[in-house]
């Protein structure tokens, strides 16, 4: 491989790592002022501990060698020693450093479902538990010539569509997310309009750096396809998003007669969300209609928290889960050459369903059996007066306002 496609894979890997940081100031900025380095920990002990875990045996068990196979050997090259005495090493390592971090994402997006709430050392069980258990095997299915992998040919039917991950990271994560909820329970005093954001600003901040990164994200893998559709992925991660903006603000304008920025900055990561698995499949013009469906779409799922009565507090079912399954379930439709509307008959829609209603049903199980195993041994919830007090002082022992008055 050249030099230039080296570096592109070097640059797009830190893109991807660059998202993880900028949810933790999404979702920092979402939570109250109390809560927040609680809520941003949880993003970078995401980081670490997955990054570990990837190295040491998540990047074995994301390839299989049949597509009954339920994952890869964890201990076929514990720790990477084999594939550091490769010839191709200094390629494959970049290949497996992409991949990282699409699995620590994939984690960090799960604790929004949980802020406010949360133990620090629960999650990082939980994280680490998941991501074995969760997210190796998916990428596994998805990618790595598993049962999603491979269900077109197991069926005669065009094969499952899902460039960058909605099955794999969005729906995975937001399974997961609705499951956590259901274990953890409301927060005290949960209503509608009862948990403000703190930092609107932040949470700008962190939408853009999401943007940023996404093009690592969605642009990333043509490194290894030799940038074929590296025009159509980027021109359609911008239009889809741009579009999700627009049509959440003005249902957001319709229906609380106000447009805000945190809105703008959820409907920019509904785009993203949507246009993940599709962005090489749609042309720009399905991209943008994707962005409206989703925007609109999204802007409404997430008041289901407060109908249905579960409490996920940063609305990471309405946006992830949510904006997974359209993306992935609009190419069914509208995919070049192979969408029903488009002349490609209904196979594409028959797989998109099964892979996302598959994936979805998965993630919530192990993600339910997980976070209900620990809340019953060491609980995974702080007691409700330390939720009161505040996650940050009673978790980590810091404050992310730290005010002294001068004495005169």
């Known amino acids: 491989m050249d030099a230039g496609s080296i570096a592109f894979g070097v ?22 002022s109390k809560s927040v380095i609680s809520m941003m920990m949880m993003s970078f002990g ?21 597509p009954f196979a339920f994952a890869g050997n964890p201990f076929s090259d514990f720790g990477l020693s084999g ?12 290949g497996v450093a992409y991949g990282s971090t699409f699995a620590i994402i994939t ?24 991501a074995t258990l969760g997210y190796f095997p998916l990428a596994a299915w998805v990618w790595g010539g598993g049962w999603i992998y491979s269900l077109g040919d197991l069926m005669g039917l065009p094969g499952v569509i899902d460039y960058a991950g909605g099955t794999a990271v969005h729906i995975n994560a937001g399974a997961a997310a609705l499951a956590l909820a259901f274990v953890l329970g409301k927060r005290v005093g949960f209503a509608k309009g009862s948990h403000k954001p703190h930092n609107v600003p932040f ?3 962190g939408a853009a750096i999401l943007w940023f990164g996404w093009f690592g994200f969605n642009v990333g893998a043509e490194w290894l396809n030799e940038m074929g559709n590296a025009g159509l992925i980027t021109i359609n991660t911008i ?11 003005v249902v957001e304008k319709l229906k609380d007669g106000k447009p805000t920025a945190v809105g703008a900055a959820s409907g920019a990561v ?10 090489a499949n749609l042309t720009p013009g399905w991209a943008l209609v994707l962005g409206v469906v989703a925007g609109a779409v999204c802007a409404l799922a997430i008041e289901l928290k407060f109908k249905l009565g579960f409490d996920d507090s940063l609305d990471v079912v309405g946006i992830h889960l949510v904006g997974g399954l359209i993306g992935t379930i609009y190419l069914g439709f509208f995919a070049t050459d192979t969408g029903l509307l488009l002349g490609g008959g209904g196979g594409q829609l028959v797989v998109q369903l099964i892979a996302a209603f598959g994936a979805m049903i998965y993630a919530f199980v192990v993600a339910f059996v997980i976070g209900f195993v620990i809340e019953k041994t060491i609980g995974f919830r702080v007691k409700n007066e330390d939720e009161l007090a505040g996650v940050d002082t009673i978790v980590h022992g810091e404050e992310a306002y730290a005010y ?5």
């Open 11 to 32: 640059a797009a890997t830190a893109l991807v790592l660059l998202m993880t940081p900028g949810l933790a100031f999404f979702y920092g900025g979402l939570v109250r």
């Open 239 to 249: 239009g889809a998003t741009a579009a999700a903006v627009l049509a959440w603000l």
């Open 107 to 130: 984690v960090a997006l799960i604790s929004g479902a949980i802020a406010d709430r949360a133990k620090f050392g629960a999650w990082m069980i939980f994280a680490g538990v998941f």
């Open 46 to 66: 995401s980081i670490g501990l997955i990054g570990v875990l990837w190295i040491l045996y998540g990047f074995n068990m994301s390839a299989v060698d049949s």
């Open 203 to 205: 949470v700008l901040l």
């Open 83 to 94: 594939l550091a005495a490769g010839e191709t090493a200094n390629t494959d390592f970049i």
């Open 270 to 279: 509904a785009g993203l969300v949507a246009i993940t698995p599709a962005c």
């Open 404 to 408: 002294e008055i001068e004495k005169v």
